[in-house]
C-alpha cells in the first residue's frame, strides 16, 4: 500500500509542476488577449475580466497607431526575404551536396565559419556600406543582407542529405538540365523541408529587430517590431492599443506554429540533426 | 548553384568584416573619421560601463542558464516518463513562448512588471510580498527581471532538444537499470544524464552564445541597459555608441571586436565538446 501511495503522490507532484508550468507559459498569452479589451489604466492595473474596449483599442491602433502600414511593411520585407532565400539558399545547398569539389567544400566551411560571428559585428560595417551604397531607410536594406543564410544553407544540406542521387542520373539520362533536376524533381519531393526553410526564414525576418532598427528612420517604412518599441517610448501610452498591435505581431507566428507544428519546430531543431 | 549565395555573401558578409579593419583604427565625429591606430582598444580599457556591461552578460549566463536548462531538463524527463496522457499537448503550450518575438513579450513583460503592475499586484494578493517591488527600477530586481523574461521565453525552446535526445534513447538501457534495483532518481542521475550530455553540452553553447548577445530584452523590457546600467549588455552598449550616444563607429567597432573574440572563444569550446560526440 505504501509503495501505490508513493507512487501516486509523486504523480501528484508531477502533474502539479506541469500545471503550474502550462499555467505560467499560456498565461501572459491570456492576459495579451484580455489586454486588448480593456482601458490603459486596467491593463497595468492588471484587470483580469474583459473589458468593452475592443473596438476603440482597435480604431486607435489603425488610426493612431498606423498598425495596417507596420503589417504590410514587415508582411511585404518578410516575403520578399522568403522568395528569395529559399530559392538562394537551397540552390546553394543543392550545389555544395550534390556537386561536390575541394573548392566548395572549402567555401562551404567558409560560410559556416560566419554563423559564429556575433550580429553586432557585421552590424556596424554594414551600415556603412549601406550609407556609401545610398540604400539607408529603404526596406532593400533590411531585405538584401537576409537574403543569404549560412544557416539555411546547412540545414537544406543536412537534408538534401536524403535525396537519391540515383535519381538525377536517370534524370540526366533523359536529358534533364541540372535546374530542372532542382525545380521539378528536388522540389516537389522535398517540400516538408522547404517549407521549414521558409518558416524559420520568414521569423526571423518578421522578428527582427536590431538591424531595422539602425536603417529605417521614417515612420511610414518602420517594420512592425521597430514600430512597437518606439511606442513604448512615447509620454503617454496607449496601452489597450499596444496590446492589439502586440498581439497582430505575435499572430502570424503563432499561426505557423498552431497549423504547421511539425516543420516549424523542424526548422529550429536543424541545427542538432548533424 | 552556389553563385547567388556566394555573391551575396561576398558584398554583405564578407565585404563589411574587411571593412571594419581600417574603422577599427579610426575615430568617427559625425562623418567625418581620422586614423588613430589603437587608440579606440586604449580607450575601451578604460571604459567602466563596457566591462560592467561584458560582466553583466557573464552574470546573466552564469545564473540564467542553469536554472533554465535544469528547468528544461525536468519538464522534458517528466513529459517522456512521468505522464501518459497530455503529451502532446503540454508540449505545444510549453513550446508556446518560442513564438513570441522578442520585442513583442520584453513589451508584454514590461507592461506585466510594472511597479503598480499585475505582477506586483497578483504578490500583494497572495501575500508572497507586502510592498510592491521595483521589478524596473531597482538594480538587482531588474537583472532579475531579464533572468525571469529570459527563462520564460527559452525554456520550452530548450526543452523540446531534450525531448528528442530522451526518445533517442533506448528504454531497454532503462529496463536493465530497473533490474538492477535503481530507483527513478537514480536512473536519472545514471542513466538519463550521461546520456543526454551532448545535447545539454548543445543547448549551453547555443544559449552562452545568445546571452553574449543580449540585446532585444534589455534595450526594450528593462529600457536601455537600465536603471543605471543594470542591465546595460556589451552588444546594446555597442549599438548606443554608435547610434544613440556619439555615432563613433570606429570604437563600436573595436568593442564589437571583443564580442568576436569571446565568441570565438566558446565557438572553440563548442567544436571540442561536439567533435567528442561523433567519436
Same mark, same amino acid.
Given at each position: ?20 508550468g502550462?499555467?505560467l507559459c ?18 497595468? /492595473? ?7 474596449? +475592443? ?14 502600414? !507596420? ?6 520585407? /518578410? ?12 540552390? /546553394?545547398?543543392?550545389? +555544395? ?18 554563423l559564429m560571428?556575433p550580429q553586432i ?38 537534408? +538534401?542529405?536524403? +535525396? ?11 536529358? /534533364? ?22 518558416? !524559420? ?67 529550429l531543431l536543424?541545427s542538432v540533426?548533424? | ?6 555573391? %551575396? ?21 559625425? #562623418? ?20 560592467q556591461a561584458l560582466g553583466n552578460n557573464f552574470l546573466f549566463m552564469a545564473i540564467q542558464i542553469p536554472i533554465m536548462i535544469m528547468l528544461a531538463l525536468i519538464l522534458a524527463v ?16 510549453f513550446f #508556446?513562448p518560442c513564438?513570441t518575438?522578442l520585442?513583442?513579450y520584453s513589451?508584454?513583460f514590461?507592461? @506585466?512588471?510594472?511597479?503598480?503592475? @499585475? ?16 521589478? %524596473?527600477?531597482?538594480?538587482f530586481w531588474a537583472k532579475a527581471t531579464i533572468i525571469i523574461a529570459l527563462t520564460w521565453r527559452w525554456t520550452g525552446y530548450n526543452m523540446v532538444f531534450f525531448l528528442v535526445g530522451l ?9 536493465? &537499470? ?10 536519472f542521475f545514471?542513466?538519463t544524464l550521461p546520456?543526454l550530455r551532448p545535447v545539454i553540452l548543445f543547448s549551453v553553447v547555443t544559449s552562452i552564445s545568445g546571452t553574449m548577445q543580449l540585446i532585444d530584452e534589455p534595450?526594450?523590457l528593462t529600457?536601455?541597459g537600465?536603471? &543605471?546600467?543594470a542591465t546595460m549588455t556589451a552588444a546594446l ?22 564580442i568576436?573574440l569571446i565568441s570565438g572563444l566558446f565557438a572553440l569550446i563548442q567544436m571540442k565538446t561536439l567533435?567528442r560526440r561523433?567519436?
Open positions: 500500500m505504501s509503495v501505490a501511495r508513493r507512487w501516486s503522490i509523486s504523480k501528484l507532484l508531477i502533474w502539479i509542476f506541469l500545471f503550474v502550462a499555467v499560456v498565461f501572459p498569452f491570456i492576459w495579451m488577449l484580455i489586454g486588448t479589451t480593456l482601458n490603459p489604466n486596467d491593463v497595468i /492595473a492588471g484587470v483580469l475580466v474583459p473589458g468593452k474596449e +475592443f473596438p476603440l483599442n482597435w480604431n486607435k491602433a489603425v488610426k493612431n497607431y498606423n498598425l495596417p502600414q !507596420y503589417f504590410l511593411n514587415s508582411l511585404k520585407i /518578410a516575403v520578399i526575404t522568403v522568395f528569395f532565400g529559399v530559392i538562394v539558399n537551397s540552390l /546553394a545547398a543543392f550545389g +555544395f551536396e550534390k556537386y561536390r569539389s575541394k573548392a566548395r567544400e572549402r567555401l562551404f566551411s567558409f560560410f559556416m565559419l560566419s560571428l559585428a557585421i552590424v556596424i560595417p554594414l551600415f556603412k556600406e549601406m550609407s556609401a551604397l545610398k540604400l539607408l531607410n529603404t526596406h532593400a536594406a533590411i531585405i538584401l543582407p537576409s537574403i543569404m543564410s549560412p544557416f539555411i544553407i546547412f540545414f537544406m544540406r543536412q537534408n +538534401f542529405q536524403m +535525396f537519391p542521387t540515383e535519381i538525377m542520373e536517370a534524370a540526366r539520362i533523359d536529358g /534533364a538540365s541540372e535546374l530542372y533536376i532542382f525545380f521539378r524533381i528536388a522540389f516537389p519531393s522535398m517540400k516538408a523541408s522547404f517549407v521549414s526553410a521558409g518558416i !524559420y526564414m520568414f521569423l526571423s525576418q518578421w522578428n527582427s529587430y536590431l538591424w531595422p532598427l539602425m536603417t529605417i528612420l521614417s515612420e511610414d517604412k518602420k517594420t512592425l517590431p521597430i514600430a512597437i518599441s518606439s511606442m513604448m517610448r512615447a509620454y503617454t501610452i496607449e496601452y489597450g492599443a499596444v496590446m492589439v498591435i502586440v498581439c497582430i505581431s505575435i499572430l502570424p507566428a503563432l499561426v505557423l506554429y498552431l497549423t504547421m507544428q511539425r516543420e516549424f519546430v523542424a526548422g536543424g540533426k548533424g | 548553384m552556389v553563385t547567388p549565395a556566394t555573391i %551575396l555573401y561576398m558584398i554583405f558578409t564578407f565585404y563589411p568584416i574587411l571593412k571594419s579593419l581600417t574603422m577599427v583604427t579610426q575615430k568617427w565625429q559625425g #562623418l567625418r573619421s581620422t586614423y588613430i591606430g589603437l587608440g579606440n582598444f586604449t580607450r575601451m580599457m578604460q571604459d567602466k560601463v563596457f566591462w517528466m513529459l517522456n516518463q512521468g505522464i501518459k496522457r497530455g503529451r502532446g499537448v503540454l508540449r505545444t503550450i #508556446l513564438v518575438s520585442i513583442a513589451v508584454l514590461r507592461m @506585466l512588471f510594472q511597479t503598480n503592475g @499585475l505582477l506586483n499586484n497578483i504578490l500583494i494578493n497572495l501575500n508572497i510580498i507586502n510592498a510592491p517591488i521595483g521589478w %524596473l527600477n531597482d538594480p526518445q533517442n534513447i533506448n528504454s531497454e538501457i532503462y529496463e536493465a &537499470a530497473e533490474v538492477d534495483g535503481a530507483n527513478k532518481i537514480q536512473q545514471k542513466v546520456l534595450n526594450v529600457w536601455e537600465g536603471p &543605471a546600467n552598449y555597442i549599438y548606443r555608441q554608435a547610434f544613440v550616444l556619439n555615432s563613433d563607429f570606429g570604437y563600436a567597432t573595436a568593442l564589437s571586436y571583443v568576436v567533435g561523433d567519436e
